[in-house]
């Protein structure tokens, strides 16, 4: 093979690697957006959320455990379960209804938090199956 031939062939390779997406250099990895927290906090035996109430309806938010104690946030519909989180850790991203909702701790039943729509107020405290309950 002469060096026309493996020229045009290293052209012709490169086009093809370049029209379908192949490249020898490495792309940059894209940085997720990182979603708002809610905390969960325990103070003097008392446990809460905070922000609350928190404005990231419509939103995906993590619950961040900042308490010794493992939680469980509910939304009040049923709709999102974190499942439980140990102290110190972090829910996944759940998404927050966009007209707003409230939530609560399926583990200690007094801690209820809500989040609104972003701009409006927050609704109700007790709402759903959740109060009916209590």
């Given at each position: 093979?002469?060096?026309?031939?493996?020229?045009?062939?290293?052209?012709?390779?490169?086009?093809?690697?370049?029209?379908?997406?192949?490249?020898?250099?490495?792309?940059?990895?894209?940085?997720?957006?990182?979603?708002?927290?809610?905390?969960?906090?325990?103070?003097?035996?008392?446990?809460?959320?905070?922000?609350?109430?928190?404005?990231?309806?419509?939103?995906?938010?993590?619950?961040?455990?900042?308490?010794?104690?493992?939680?469980?946030?509910?939304?009040?519909?049923?709709?999102?379960?974190?499942?439980?989180?140990?102290?110190?850790?972090?829910?996944r991203a759940v998404a927050m209804p966009a007209s707003g909702t409230n939530y609560h701790?399926?583990?200690?039943?007094?801690?209820?938090?809500?989040?609104?729509?972003?701009?409006?107020?927050?609704?109700?405290?007790?709402?759903?199956?959740?109060?009916?309950?209590?």
């Open positions: 093979m002469d060096l026309r031939a493996v020229m045009t062939a290293s052209v012709l390779f490169a086009s093809l690697a370049a029209a379908y997406g192949c490249s020898s250099s490495t792309p940059a990895t894209p940085t997720p957006a990182s979603s708002p927290t809610i905390t969960i906090v325990g103070q003097n035996g008392t446990q809460a959320f905070t922000p609350n109430p928190a404005s990231f309806g419509g939103q995906q938010v993590v619950f961040k455990n900042n308490d010794t104690v493992t939680h469980r946030v509910v939304l009040n519909d049923g709709s999102v379960d974190t499942g439980d989180i140990p102290a110190g850790g972090t829910s701790c399926a583990i200690h039943p007094g801690m209820i938090g809500s989040s609104s729509a972003g701009t409006g107020t927050a609704p109700p405290m007790c709402e759903g199956p959740y109060c009916n309950a209590y």
